[in-house]
């Protein structure tokens, strides 16, 4: 009898609790952008695709509008969905959306350099960071000359294929590797050379179980699902490896600082930090000094190599469109000189080509997550500080009344009528404001160099008949991953 009563009153605490935890959430998220009501616990997770949020997105925002609100567990997330509310909200209501939400698994970083940075320094770090990469790559020391460099040895690596099939991953990582890794540390690594190819392995694993359902569940619902085995603590392990890798470039380089012939963005960051320490200024300590550099070497790398990667793939799919780059190519630069980045406006079909595979292949679809700096009203709603929002830049890209027929690749999305290159404000892939990518400039001018480099001189082999390759993402969360291929490279020369 006891047993039964005390089941019983359990079994009501229980249902109290559930009914508490419903009227909560209806009362805080009373005046929020509608969306699909929440169960308890879980939130709208089966709602949710989560091998491919952004399509769920994209039902979603026809059923309840542009601007919408979906949980994940108990975390509600405000999502907007269309060219008119991302440019209102990243351009218009720049300072209002501007802030970082948490991503547990980069914990290491959090609330230090700039990525994951949602503290007063985050600006300051920014601006100062900014400056110092222009200053990088213009002049004697260009990033233009940095990365003609770099492809000397990417041609060498990709000549020791000898027109046998490869898997380009680990190659085409190096080449965006070392750029950054020169403004960084004034320095370079081997392809072969174990660092270089741990802090691939790092970065590439990063990238795919960052895009895995799990970390999607994981970083929403938050960290005290830490200790439990999954693939988060291997994220974390790895993010930790990396950041010790940079920190111990960064030590390195403060015991040989000269602090008037600063040689790279790392030595550029020491300085301001023994400034702000004699100003007695809560800028740049060794912690934020390190965060930043790691944050550089991640962005930096995976972003630029998973392009070129995934860009290659796509003209295997479409040889047509290798053909059209070859002909300009041997028509504007020829087989002799390098090119630079004045052949840009002579290579509208180039141009075009590269801009299709950042927007076709959609590599942030969500982008990362913002945050509210402050309450707010928005197109009638209440968003208030704190609130995590993702402003959709798949739902930007892949807009039908700008890109007709946007789920094909096609460089005509960029050309107009006269075969001259066509400006869309919709391409968004480096997204926009305040939190626009820092290295939009550097991964442009890469991704030029670095495919006109590898057609100049190559022609693709794909191991399979283009009808029969798949370039659907193998899965899709904080990025959209490549599926792995491999193909041949034939010299040019010898054809
Ligand atoms: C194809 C290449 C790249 C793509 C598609 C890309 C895309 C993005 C996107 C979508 C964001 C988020 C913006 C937002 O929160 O609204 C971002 C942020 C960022 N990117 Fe990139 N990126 C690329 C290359 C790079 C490179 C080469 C670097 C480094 C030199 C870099 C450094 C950063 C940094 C530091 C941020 C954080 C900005 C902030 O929070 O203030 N990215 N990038």
Redesign the pocket.
């Known amino acids: 009898m006891a047993a039964l009563g005390a089941s019983l009153a359990l079994l009501v605490w229980f249902v109290f609790l559930i009914f508490v935890s419903v009227w909560k959430r209806i009362y805080s998220s009373w005046k929020l952008p509608p969306g699909p009501f929440p169960l308890p616990i879980v939130g709208n997770i089966f709602d949710l695709d989560l091998k491919n949020i952004p399509k769920s997105y994209a039902k979603l925002a026809k059923e309840y509008g542009p601007v919408f609100t979906v949980y994940i567990g108990s975390k509600h997330i405000v999502v907007l969905h269309g060219y008119e509310v991302v440019k209102e909200a990243l351009l218009d209501l720049k300072n209002e959306f501007a802030g970082?939400a948490d991503i547990p698994v980069f914990e290491a970083h959090q609330d230090f350099g700039?990525?994951f940075n949602n503290s007063e320094t985050w600006k300051d770090t920014?601006r100062f960071t900014l400056t110092v990469l222009r200053d990088y790559g213009m002049g004697k020391k260009s990033n233009e000359e940095r990365i003609l460099r770099e492809s000397q040895f990417l041609l060498e690596i990709l000549r020791k294929t000898n027109s046998q099939p490869f898997d380009p991953t680990f190659v085409l990582g190096g080449a965006p590797l070392n750029v950054?890794y020169n403004i960084l540390f004034h320095d370079r690594l081997d392809y072969s050379d174990k660092r270089c190819q741990k802090l691939l392995h790092l970065y590439n694993e990063n990238f795919y179980l960052l895009s895995t359902p799990w970390i999607q569940i994981y970083n929403n619902i938050g960290s005290y699902l830490r200790y439990l085995p999954g693939s988060h603590r291997t994220l974390y392990k790895n993010i930790s490896e990396a950041k010790q890798y940079v920190s111990e470039r960064v030590k390195e380089h403060q015991e040989l600082l000269d602090l008037n012939d600063p040689q790279d963005l790392t030595d550029c960051l020491l300085i301001q930090m023994e400034k702000d320490k004699k100003n007695q200024k809560n800028g740049f300590d060794l912690e934020n000094v390190t965060v930043t550099v790691a944050?550089?070497l991640f962005?930096?790398t995976e972003?630029?190599s998973t392009?070129l990667r995934y860009g290659l793939l796509l003209l295997l799919k479409y040889p047509e469109v290798e053909e059209k780059l070859h002909e300009e190519i041997d028509r504007v630069i020829g087989s002799e000189r390098m090119p630079s980045m004045k052949d840009k406006v002579n290579m509208p079909y180039t141009d075009a080509v590269v801009h299709e595979i950042?927007r076709f292949i959609n590599?942030?679809p969500s982008?990362?997550p913002?945050v509210m700096n402050q309450d707010m009203q928005f197109r009638g709603y209440f968003l208030p500080k704190g609130t995590t929002v993702y402003p959709t830049?798949t739902s930007v890209m892949l807009d039908s009344k700008e890109f007709p027929n946007p789920e094909q690749f096609d460089p005509g999305h960029f050309l107009n009528e006269n075969g001259k290159f066509k400006y869309s404000d919709y391409f968004k892939?480096?997204?926009a404001g305040k939190?626009?990518?820092?290295?939009e400039g550097?991964?442009r001018m890469e991704?030029f160099l670095f495919m006109i480099i590898i057609l100049q001189h190559f022609n693709l082999k794909s191991l399979v008949s283009p009808e029969k390759i798949d370039t659907s993402p193998i899965t899709i969360g904080f990025g959209s991953v490549p599926p792995i291929y491999k193909l041949c490279l034939l010299p040019r020369s010898e054809m």
């Not at 939190?435 to 290295?439: E, K, L, Q």
């Open positions: 970082r700039i990525i920014r950054i944050d550089l962005a930096g972003t630029t392009t950042l590599l942030v982008n990362l913002h830049l892939a480096f997204s939190r626009v990518c820092v290295g550097l991964a991704l």
